[in-house]
């Protein structure tokens, strides 16, 4: 290989993915497939597949062995976790969360989706949209996961029919912008045959949109981050005291949103205090800008008081700072959320003490209905939460910046990770329910 | 480095990522949260290309200050000679502290026994984890990848360990975005993975361009090596060639380095890094399946043994 071809295998970007689909759907094949025919799947893997299959009398390799990667899941013969799978084209670097699809896991599917910027939900071309479909079309509408692909599968189950595509397509597209996703792209499958999913489908010449693996690998990343509001959580002072470098200064971390740039005024949060950029060291080398998502070290011009859990913003485009947050949470530890739950929110670099002060409602995501004061939050549910802070926090809203706008609750007792909080609105409380204990000194 | 990747639309946004600055990114960002968030990190460095990435990473997180962990390497006494003295080597020219957990140390005091397939890898794990307890290690970095193993796949960038140093795989905590979560009580401990979302060509496109030094034996060379069980094992004191096995030289290299007695060399010509690059994207086998042979032993090898505390 040339040193040519490295450069370019070097310049292709990265496309994080989740997999969302009901156990039957298919979508163990359809990862499957695209491991499978993106040559990702090495023959030592398939043949340890291989091996395990026949010892257990079946006919054929189990596909799902590959991705099942644990005992209990073997014995069980179901997906219990999220696994990453990590596949290349010459086009682009694929890191895909294989989320499983049961409805007691939708934690898993909150995690998959919390790093995704696309989310391929799978259906049956048999059974249509149905209720797990719009679950799974609810979650990344929820997380905002930027691009949705439909994959229609077993299109072969259904004669290959455009009429029976065109419909399941039509009524996923408009519930889901009803949702609030952006922008839906559906594709009809055969995951089983390999209908469109690496190749094009001779079987479906009325379609005329990309295959599965084209869409991945042409979809835009990281598109507008680089023009939304800057910020830099503080992760880590930086002071080397050392000969060369008695006076350095930086504030290291990585860009959560947006673009800083050197002169540039800016304002040290919570504090509030207001200085300059003075330098940005990309990784060791100077630099007159840096972007989402790089990890840099700013200096500032001003020796002013910062540390670990500031926030860097522009002093035109701060957030505001609150101890009152509001919040769709998706609730993932085993041990429910009670109103009046101390706990600690961790948000940027900051993790501070906070009590949960009201569960306004828990949203059904069947029918994406509001039940009022449901008094807790069980594993797996999603509802809304007011917490108060023993600190201010610099919040911006999730629908801004998914960095800035999220945070998760820890248990301060065992350090468990409980909850998963999206700061503001949502799509689930267009109309925030009435809460009577609003009244008595919490303002919100 | 910043490379400017290309939108696939055709035009340049030169605020996307090219994937190595994206991983090297994060990788950045996770050693940074370790830093600021334990009191006693260490990063397992065993002289092999992983560690090796890790410690680059680790510079370049921190500069121009120095890295503000020690190095842990547990010796399994059947160790490269050229790669301890990389080892070694490396640790000085970074005035870094490098603790050592010793096998052959536990085997000779009668704690541990020799197996009888004279694999030590498996005996790594009490060394490792008493080493972990006696210095108060409260993170410990590995190089460990979730492309290595289907095991690994389900591993979380932090990953808690009880005071036994035991993994869990159904008590994992959900990483959510980029919010890790370090808590962990006294006694407990964090392995923390930044190069959880690797691949091996990552890691050697990764050391092309940033002109990482390598121990030579990843590197095709002459060697003297004997068969056994269908992996070609360097010739030595640690037990091989037995009665029946002959030794012959061989042109090879190394796709992992580890324990001599069961990390096996593969035919290469590729003596060059953008030869081993090519090799790599061609090669139709895993690096643990064409290299390692403790993985073989069972269908969950790998996860029984992480279970202990392995890593």
Redesign the interface.
Known sequence: MSTTTTEALSATTLLRFATAGSVDDGKSTLVGRLLHDSKSVLSDQLEAVQRVSASRGQDGPDLALLTDGLRAEREQGITIDVAYRYFATPRRRFILADTPGHVQYTRNMVTGASTAELTVILVDARNGVVEQTRRHAAIAALLRVPHVVLAVNKMDLVGYEERVFARIAEEFTAYATELGVPEVTAIPISALAGDNVVEPSANMDWYGGPTVLEHLETVPVSHDLAHCHARLPVQYVIRPQSADHPDYRGYAGQIAAGTFRVGEEVTVLPSGRTTRVAGIDLLGRPVDAAWTTQSVTILLADDIDVSRGDLIVPTKDAPPTTQDVEATVCHVADAPLTVGHRVLLKHGTRTVKAIVKDIPSRLTLDDLSLHPHPGQLVANDIGRVKIRTAEPLPLDSYADSRRTGSFILIDPADGTTLTAGMVGESFAAPEPVKNEADDDGWDF | ?????????GTE?P????????????A??IF??V??EFENPVILFSGGKDSIVMLHLAL???????VPFALLHVDTGHNFPEVLEYRDRVAAAHGLRLHVASVQEYIDRGVLKERPDGTRNPLQTLPLTEKIQSERFDAVFGGGR??E??????ERVFS?RDEFSQWD??R????????Y?G???PGEHVRVFPL??W?E??VW?YI??EGIELPQIYYAHEREVFLRSGMWLTAGEWGGPKDGETVEKRRVRYRTVGDMSCTGAVDSDADTI??V??EI?A????ER??TRADDKMS??AM?DRKREGYF
């Open positions: 480095m910043t490379t400017v990747a290309k939108t696939e639309d946004s605020y996307a990522l090219s994937h190595l600055d994206a991983l090297e990114s994060e950045v960002h940074r949260e830093a600021g370049k997180a921190f500069a121009p200050a120095a979730r492309d193993e289907k095991a690994r796949a389900k808690l795989p159904r994992q905590r959900p990483e959510l975005w980029n919010l979560n808590r962990h009580a959880s979302n691949t060509l990552d496109q092309a361009r953008e030869k690059i090519a994207a090669s139709r086998l895993t399946g064409a269908e969950a996860e």
